[in-house]
């Protein structure tokens, strides 16, 4: 990318909070005052909502960066900080988790509960020979148990690491093998789509190639048939659920390793990303309060990812139980048995908060306005987005359609690097604009700069830094710290490289404009992906876009685009020439004839990676007619399949 990322989408609309969000918010606008006047003051004061067992004696130490230390020679135990002592202050029996199966069968847990069994398992991984600082993996369904065998480890300092229950033999293998894993937790399997999916089957495979494992602990949750082995498999129901329910929580480092988590993959090969106790534990618990603006006494929690992902380890775990939140857990998929499965829930719990992904609201949108409007979402009062960049017109579906045109929405950016939220709104306080992260939270250094790392003006583009260290930074690759050096803490003198593009408009506000590497270079201007699919998110018949550059003789790059139409549009409709013209001439007219694509598809699914990002590396091999990169942390092979077929049609 040259110098800047062309500004081309223009968007008005703002929408401030309400008076009484306003006033009774949790963080209000002197948050920025103190973060800026003296951030390591201002996440001392956030660590001390944390319980300690032993106070820091230095808030950072930044002397080898780097390679930051957080709250040094301080001392906690991250799951006393989730689970007793809200149990020690009279909470035991409040809900943590409202747990749904996809079949329809349901548990809820109280904090006693969840401490209760949180401390059989620890017992238990203690047991198995499990000491602190030993790596434990877990491949799970979106079952409490996963939030139980995380916090077990927490509590014991054994250092998770979660693999996404839909991963292959060889994603869950190589994770293992990386982390050097002792000791498995997985269950036969899960709901999905209407049947049980086994996963102990892929956990025998993978282990067979990983010598280190000397156990495997399985839960039973669909009571299908497993292969066993005596030496190595224990049920859970025969060890967790006979052991001991006294656990005394030993304190631990700061700096102790919490756990290592793979990234999504959308760009490549995974990066083991290490998050530790102290730093990661205040900043995921505050930004919990503060951007969802979480009241514990009448507030119902649902975050929608999986636990697998790094927004269900901070968003599912860490952060609202440190909080005392009570929270719905959900097993299976948003259609299944009815594409109003997600309403329904909201419906039933009373649901006040929701925390989902832009790749959900789209799909909503495709499926209707119709299925939402069945249902009472008189409850909800705050709505998050995670994971991409958010079109403007999604962001508005999902507050009209959702949010009864009321709830404010905040599109919360951060990264698996990140540990928690770095650019967001805060509900109480900020006027949102559709479309933008707005604001970098109290006490983050983020900001946009051209090549050489100087800050663009109001209304340029750019890439998207971090001057400062946080809290809840990564601590480095796993066992790879040239490639932490190398991926994050080259390209710019003392910053973080986020790769992600972004631009500040003209009253300052953050937009996020997609992956550095998936930046178009039209005509010599720099276009970024996410104004174009936002252009195209923008008509009406338009559910959702993907676009990518692809080589072309005359413009050096050519904007080819896919798109998903709503599920309004007549079949007749969608195929025609008619169509692709009135959207090509959409965008131009939205963005200028810079951004007008060569070629647009209509398609019947975009590659997505299981956390639902777009993968638009593969869409560029289809538009360029290359034979495919790697495809393994692809959610749906057969996709692509679909795409380069239709391609090879149009041509
Ligand atoms: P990999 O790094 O392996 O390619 P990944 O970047 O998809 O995978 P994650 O850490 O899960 O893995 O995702 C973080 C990325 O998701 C961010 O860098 C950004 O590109 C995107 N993202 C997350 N939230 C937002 C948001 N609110 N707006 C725009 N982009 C977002
Ligand atoms: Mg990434």
Known sequence: MSETLANLLNETRQF??????????????????????????????????????????????????????????????????????????????????????????????????????????????????????DRVAIYLPMIPEAVVAMLACARIGATHSVVFGGFSVDALASRIQDADAKV??????????????????????????????????????????????????????????????????????????LYILYTSGTTGKPKGILHTSGGYLTQASWTFHAVFDHKPDTDVYWCTADIGWVTGHSYIVYGPLSNGATQVMYEGTPDTPHKGRFWEIVQEYGVSILYTAPTLIRTMMKWGDDIPAQYDLSSLRVLGSVGEPINPEAWMWYRQNIGRGETPVVDTWWQTETGAIMISPLPGVTATKPGSAMTPLPGIAADVVDDQGNSVPDGGG????????????????????????????????????????????????????????????????NISTTEVESALVSHPKV????????????????????????????????????????????VAKTLGPIAKPRQIMVVPELPKTRSGKIMRRLLRDVAENRSMGDVTTLQDSTVMDLIAGGMQSAK
């Open 16 to 133: 401030p909070p309400s008076a009484e969000l306003a006033a009774n918010a949790n963080v209000k606008e002197d948050a920025y005052a103190q973060g800026r006047e003296d951030r390591l003051a201002f996440w001392e004061t956030q660590a001390r909502r944390l319980t300690w067992a032993k106070e820091w004696d230095q808030a950072l130490d930044w002397s080898n960066p780097p390679f930051a230390k957080w709250f040094v020679g301080g001392q906690l135990n991250v799951a006393y900080n989730c689970l007793d002592r809200h149990v020690e202050e009279g909470r035991g029996s409040k809900v943590a988790i409202n747990w749904v199966g996809e079949p329809g069968d349901t548990r809820c847990l109280t904090y006693a509960d969840l401490h209760r069994l949180t401390c059989q398992a620890a017992n238990t991984l203690a047991s198995l020979g499990v000491r602190a600082g």
């Open 184 to 257: 498995v937790i997985t269950s036969d399997g899960g709901y999905r789509r209407g049947k049980p999916s086994a996963l102990k089957p892929t956990v025998d495979e993978a282990v067979d190639r990983c010598p280190g494992v000397e156990h495997v602990l399985v839960v039973r949750r669909t009571g299908e048939d497993v292969a066993w082995r005596d030496d190595r498999d224990k049920w859970w129901h025969e060890t967790v659920e006979q052991a001991s329910t006294e656990h005394a929580a030993q304190p631990f480092d700061a700096e102790h390793p």
């Open 462 to 525: 750019g890439y998207l830094v971090l001057r400062e260290p946080w809290p809840s930074m990564l601590r480095t690759i796993w066992g790879d710290d040239q490639r932490f050096i190398e991926t994050y803490w080259s390209r710019f003198q003392n910053m973080y490289f986020a790769g992600d593009g972004a631009k500040r408009d003209a009253d300052g506000h953050i937009w996020l404009l997609g992956r550095v590497d998936d930046v178009m270079l039209v005509s010599g201007h």
């Open 543 to 586: 559910a959702e876009a993907a676009v990518v550059g692809a080589t072309d003789p005359t413009t050096g790059q050519a904007i080819v685009a896919f798109t998903i139409l709503r599920g309004s549009v007549p079949e007749d409709e969608a195929s025609g020439e008619a169509l692709v013209k009135e959207l090509r001439d959409h």
